[in-house]
C-alpha cells in the first residue's frame, strides 16, 4: 500500500473517532451504537491535543448510557487526559451521580490525581459539593454492618467489628491530600458544603490536617491552616458548628500564626465571629448525616457480581420487583426480607437520604414498602452470577495505517456500507467546548477542569487578591508544559 493509502487510512479512523466524540458530547446513543458496532476499536480513541476520550466527554456531560456503552466496547475506563484527569474526575466535578455509579461499577480507580492539582476524584466531589457522588466513591471502603457509624464516633469498642473492614484504608482517601496540603474536607469547608463536610466527619475525615507551603499553589490563608481556618474563610456557619462539634481545635494557629477567629476577621466574616470566639458549652451533638448509606457496599457487590441490567421480566415470572414492575427479583432486604431488582436496589442506596427520619440504625435506608431500617441486601438463591465480558486494556489513538483492507476493522471505507445511513453527518470541533471553568466566584474560582491548551494551569487554591504572585517553582511547571506541548 502506498502511502498515500496509508493517510487515508488514518485519517479515515481520525474522523470517524471525532464523529463518536461529538456523539459522545451530545448524548446521541443511536449514532454511538452505530459507530461502536462498525469498530468498538474507535471506544479507545482520544483527540489530538487535548487527549480527551469519547468517555471523558460523555462522563462531564452526564450520559451515562453513552458511558456504559464505551465501557462494554473495550475502553480504559482509567484513561487519561493531558492533564491526567479520567473520566471518574470530569464526573464528580460535575456532580453526574449516575455516571459515577457505573464507574464505580466497573471498578475505576479513585485513587489516581490529577497531574497538575494532585486532586483525586474525591476532592472534585467535595471542591462542587456533590454528597452523591462521595457516598459512591467510598462504596467499597463503609461496610453494610449496623454500627459502622458507632464505631467510627468511638462509640462502639468490639473488636471483631472493627476486623470488618479497612478503616486505615478509609481514612487515607479520605484525607488523601492535593496539592499544598489540602483535603477533601478543607475544600467542603472553604465553599461551604455542609452535607458533604458531614458526610466526609462521619466517614472519618480528619479535623486536624493542616496543609503545608510546597511552593505549587497559592496558599492565600496561610499553611498550617486546619479545616475549620479554610470554614471561617468562607463563612460558612454551619461547617464551623460541625468542625467544633467533632473537635476541631479553635486556637489552632497556621503558619500565619492566626487562628480561625482572626482568619474569619481578615476576610470580613463578621456573622461568624460568635461562633469562633467562645468554646461551647458541653459538646454540640450532631445528628448522622441523612448521606451515609450502609447498604451500598453489599448491593455493589452483587451488582458486580449478578449485573444490574437484565432482561425484562420473563413470562414465567409471576413476582416482578414492586417498584419498577419491569425486572425480576434478585436481592433481599436483610430484615425485612421484601425482594427487589437489583437496579432499583442501587437507586435507593445512591440516592435515598432520610436515614434521619426512620428509626434505626445511622446509616441505614427504609424500606419503600414497609419503613423498615436496611443495612444490607442479600442475593436471592435464584440470582446466578454472570460471565465476565472479555475487556481489552490497548489503546488507540488512530487505527493503524496500512492495514490489511479485508480483515483491517479501520472505518476507512465506512462510506461503502450500508449501515452509514445511520450515522449524522456534523462538524466536530477539537477543542473542549463541554469543559469550561468551574466558577467565576471569588471563593469558586478554582480551575480543576480540562480547557483547551492556551488556559492557565490549574490549582485547588486560586488567587483572590490582586498582589498575589505565583511561586518560581509553579512557573516553571507552566514553561516546562509550554515547552512540551
Known sequence: MGILGMMGD?????????RLVSAARDGDIQEARALLELNPRLARYSTFGIRNSPLHYSAAKGHHEIVSLLIESGVDINLRNCRGQTALMQACLYGHWKVVQILVLFKANIHKKDCFSGASAIHFAAL??????????????????????????????????KEAYDAGTLRRLLNGKSDGGVTPLHLAALHGHAESLQLLLDLGASVSEVTVNDGSTI??????????????????????????????????ENANGLTPLMVARSWHKTSIESIL?????????????????????????????????????????????VICLEMECTVA????????????????????????SIRGVPGSISCPLCRQAIVSFMKLTSTTPIKELPWTSSSLALCAA?????????????????????????????????FRSIGSGKL????????????????LVSCLRPDARRSSSYRERISRYSEFS
Open 219 to 252: 496558599d492565600l490563608i496561610g499553611s498550617g491552616s486546619t479545616p475549620l481556618h479554610y470554614a471561617a474563610c468562607g463563612g460558612s456557619a454551619v461547617c464551623c458548628q460541625l468542625l467544633i462539634a467533632a473537635g476541631a481545635n479553635m486556637a489552632a
Open 128 to 161: 462542587k459539593g456533590h454528597t452523591r457522588c462521595i457516598r459512591l466513591l467510598v462504596a467499597d471502603y463503609v461496610p453494610s454492618m449496623p454500627n459502622f457509624w458507632n464505631i467510627m464516633h468511638g462509640l462502639s469498642t468490639e473488636e471483631r467489628n
Open 333 to 356: 432486604a436483610e430484615g425485612c426480607g421484601h425482594e427487589f431488582c437489583t437496579k432499583c436496589a442501587l437507586y435507593l442506596c445512591s440516592t435515598t437520604s432520610s436515614s434521619t
Open 277 to 321: 470566639s467562645k468554646q461551647p458549652e458541653g459538646r454540640l451533638r450532631i445528628l448522622p448525616s441523612p448521606y451515609l448509606s450502609l447498604p451500598l457496599m453489599s448491593i455493589v457487590k452483587i451488582a458486580r457480581e449478578c449485573g444490574w441490567r437484565k432482561t425484562s421480566v420473563s413470562s414465567t415470572c409471576h413476582d416482578p420487583c
Open 402 to 434: 496500512g492495514a490489511s483492507t479485508t480483515g483491517s476493522k479501520c472505518p476507512s471505507s465506512l462510506h461503502r456500507r450500508s449501515d452509514m445511513n445511520r450515522l449524522r453527518s456534523s462538524s466536530v470541533h477539537l477543542g473542549c467546548s463541554s
Open 10 to 18: 488514518s485519517f479515515g479512523c481520525s474522523a470517524t473517532g471525532e
Open 444 to 459: 469558586s474560582s478554582i480551575k480543576l477542569n480540562c480547557g483547551g491548551l492556551d488556559e492557565t494551569m490549574p490549582c
